[in-house]
């Protein structure tokens, strides 16, 4: 260890090249979302805590365990968010935007916190891109955000994502799904807070990951069998679309996701490179929040994709990393004169849109030329007194080492050409 501090527990540092790549990461999930016409907005890092507890549920993982919340010196209670969706439509909300056209789309990008067991894919601090259409319950808006984060992830050249769909039905199907749930779950052997969960919500047993309840589930009713006739429309016209689309995606009766607002759609994007954290995104619709946060009925459906892991699962592929950058031209003055003339070079260079970087210092010709090699350039800009003195700086391609001189006055000209 070098310094006194560390990165807080369940935290990391990106540093370059992985920096650039989760920019890149971040980048291809928004870039369909772009072309599909979705707006972008920006929520605080931090909501009212009792916007969570109802929105997210009382019940959840998120709300009792995993919560950075805290009371302020005003006496606030305020939350770090651990998800997007609910500050968003309490954006929407507060902002009049349901009172415009419909459907509103949105996307947003930015850091999320959980306090959980850190481990591989699992952060207390995590990056996630999300997207949202509220006040329409087409069927066809489920199935442009599937279709959207699958792009996202072809964009990124990830082969290996899985998408699981399911419908959770809605009002009309669930309380019947949840009492034959019930019926069955109390008729197993199980720990005191399983029970407990069995009561409260039923339908979260089914995400419990341990193979003994996994196993216990195998005879449990499924809500396919208890769809109502529109329930089952919606959920076939999801499938239909998708398929039209090209999508391919595996039904899964069994999928339930950690938030309790879902209604409907539900649906996983899946990587097997990634060990048990092998969800990169996920999400679905959740036609009652709005009523849940106080606003009015307002259907809704959405996603998030977590690019800490779709990071990794690039890696698990191993594909080259994304939005790896570095300069086209790279400078290198002998002495003192040169060095105030090659950063004048490099402004002109930057302002003209050619990336470039100078080496600094006083650095010799031979660590200057390293620097260059380094700077991932093609092209290295030498020059000395003597150079200057004649009006000219040569001009050197650092993969076949030819070196040209040329005129100062054309050389602006010239390295736009080259590069
Ligand atoms: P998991 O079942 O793995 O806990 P989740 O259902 O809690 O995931 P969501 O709330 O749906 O996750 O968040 C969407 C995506 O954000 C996840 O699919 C995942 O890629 C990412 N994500 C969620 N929690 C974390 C975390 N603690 N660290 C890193 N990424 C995360
Ligand atoms: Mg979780």
């Not at 959980?116 to 952060?123: H, L, T």
Request: aromatic share 8%.
């Amino acid at each position: 260890m070098n310094a006194e501090f560390r990165a807080p527990k369940g935290t990391f540092d990106l540093v370059p090249p992985r920096g650039e790549a989760m920019l890149a990461v971040r980048e291809a999930m928004a870039a369909p979302l772009r072309s599909a016409g979705y707006g972008y907005i920006e929520t605080p890092s931090f909501e009212e805590t009792a916007l969570f507890a109802r929105g997210v549920g009382e019940s959840t993982d998120i709300v009792t365990k995993e919560m950075y919340s805290f009371t302020t010196r005003g006496g606030d209670d305020v939350t770090l968010r651990p998800e997007g969706t609910a500050p968003v439509l309490r954006a929407v909300l507060e902002n009049n935007l349901h009172r415009g056209a419909l459907p509103v789309k949105l996307w947003y990008s930015g850091s999320y916190y959980r306090y959980e067991r850190p481990q591989k894919g699992r952060y207390r601090h995590f990056s996630q891109v999300g997207a949202e259409i509220l006040g329409t319950e087409d069927p066809a808006s489920d199935a442009e955000l599937v279709v959207l984060a699958v792009d996202a992830y072809r964009l990124l050249g990830l082969t290996g994502v899985r998408v699981l769909l399911n419908s959770l039905g809605s009002h009309e199907s669930r309380p019947a799904y949840r009492a034959a749930l019930q019926d069955y779950l109390r008729g197993l052997d199980l720990d005191e807070e399983t029970k407990r969960r069995v009561e409260l919500n039923p339908l979260r047993v089914l995400d419990d990951k341990r193979p003994e309840i996994q196993k216990a589930l195998a005879e449990a009713p499924l809500i396919t069998d208890f769809l109502s006739p529109s329930d089952r429309a919606h959920h076939e016209t999801v499938r239909s679309l998708l398929t039209a689309a090209g999508v391919a995606f595996e039904d899964d009766p069994r999928l339930v996701r950690g938030l309790d607002y879902y209604t409907r759609t539900l649906f996983e994007f899946v990587h097997d490179g990634l060990g048990s954290q092998s969800a990169v995104g996920g999400g679905g619709r959740y036609d009652g929040l709005s009523e849940l946060i106080g606003g009015p009925a307002l259907p809704g459906v959405g996603w998030a994709l977590g690019a800490d892991r779709t990071l990794l699962a690039l890696e698990a592929e191993g594909l080259a990393l994304p939005g790896t950058t570095g300069v086209q031209v790279f400078a290198v003055p002998l002495g003192d004169e040169a060095a105030a003339w090659a950063f004048g070079l490099v402004t002109t260079l930057r302002r003209e849109g050619v990336a470039a970087d100078v080496a600094t210092g006083g650095r010799g010709l031979k660590g200057a030329m390293k620097a260059a090699d380094r700077s991932g350039a093609k092209y290295a800009v030498v020059v000395g007194e003597r150079d200057l003195a004649e009006g000219v700086a040569q001009v050197k391609d650092l993969a076949t080492g030819e070196q040209q001189a040329v005129s100062v006055n054309e050389l602006v000209t010239h390295l736009k050409r080259l590069v």
